[in-house]
């Protein structure tokens, strides 16, 4: 099993939906990450959490919003969904300051 | 703040010709600094890392070595495989970021045979 896992996979919604990606983790990680990922523009910061008490925006946090439920999982919300929000969305992990990034495999959304 | 440039792919390359990915860093302070590969359909996964300066990461042939004094990062392989073909990322995390993890554009890695 994955230690990063994404669900779902692929999402196709539509303009103005309401729509949850999540994300658990079995590393025991503190540290959870969502970005985004558009051709060219490479990986952005959408949210991050160093704890479960802890939410913090990142570059592009207009439109999303998280749920930090536990240690183990991170959830990414799109309150009203909107097509340029169609991208790759990645969580990730890591353990301490200035380590390694663990990612999960990625959610394709689209929305029409 | 902490940023990360990478070269603009796509690079094009024949099997076993030497690949150079250049990567340059803004940070106040001293960052860690990482290469990233992403295959087709998959997440990203660490290829080598460096955490102070003068540090070479290596790893699968590939080879980065920090360089402090021209903020610089770069990804070589000797010779490259098809099977390299892919998207690497330069990236790093720093103090005065909050040890946030910073990536570049990447950059699209095609090998022909």
């Known amino acids: 099993d994955a230690d990063v896992t994404q669900t779902p996979r692929n999402r196709i919604t539509k303009t103005g939906k309401r729509i949850m990606l999540e994300c658990s983790q079995t590393?025991?990680?503190?540290?959870m990450y969502w970005y985004r990922q558009d051709p060219g523009l490479g990986l952005r910061l959408i949210y991050y959490?160093?704890?479960?008490?802890?939410?913090n925006k990142g570059e592009i946090s207009d439109g999303y919003s998280v749920s930090r439920q536990a240690q183990a999982k991170f959830s990414l919300s799109l309150e009203s969904a909107i097509p340029n929000q169609t991208a790759l969305y990645f969580c990730?992990?890591?353990?301490?300051?200035?380590?390694?990034?663990?990612f999960g495999q990625g959610t394709r959304l689209t929305v029409v | 703040g902490d940023s990360v440039t990478q070269m603009e792919g796509p690079v094009t390359l024949s099997e076993e010709a030497f690949l150079t990915i250049n990567c340059t860093y803004t940070?106040?302070?001293?960052?860690?600094l990482f290469w990233y590969v992403q295959y087709p359909g998959e997440g990203l996964q660490l290829l080598l890392k460096?955490?102070?300066?003068?540090d070479k990461g290596s790893n699968k042939g590939f080879e980065a070595t920090y360089r402090k004094e021209t903020t610089s990062f770069h990804l070589e392989k000797g010779s490259v495989q098809v099977s390299d073909s892919a998207v690497y990322f330069c990236?790093?995390?720093?103090?005065?970021?909050?040890?946030?993890?910073?990536f570049g554009a990447g950059t699209r890695l095609f090998v022909k045979a």
């Open positions: 990730a992990t890591q353990e301490t300051s200035g380590t390694e990034a663990f």
């Open positions: 590393k025991g990680h503190d540290r």
């Open positions: 959490s160093f704890d479960v008490k802890d939410i």
């Open positions: 940070a106040t302070g001293y960052p860690s």
């Open positions: 460096a955490t102070k300066a003068d």
């Open positions: 990236a790093l995390s720093d103090r005065t970021g909050g040890f946030k993890t910073i």
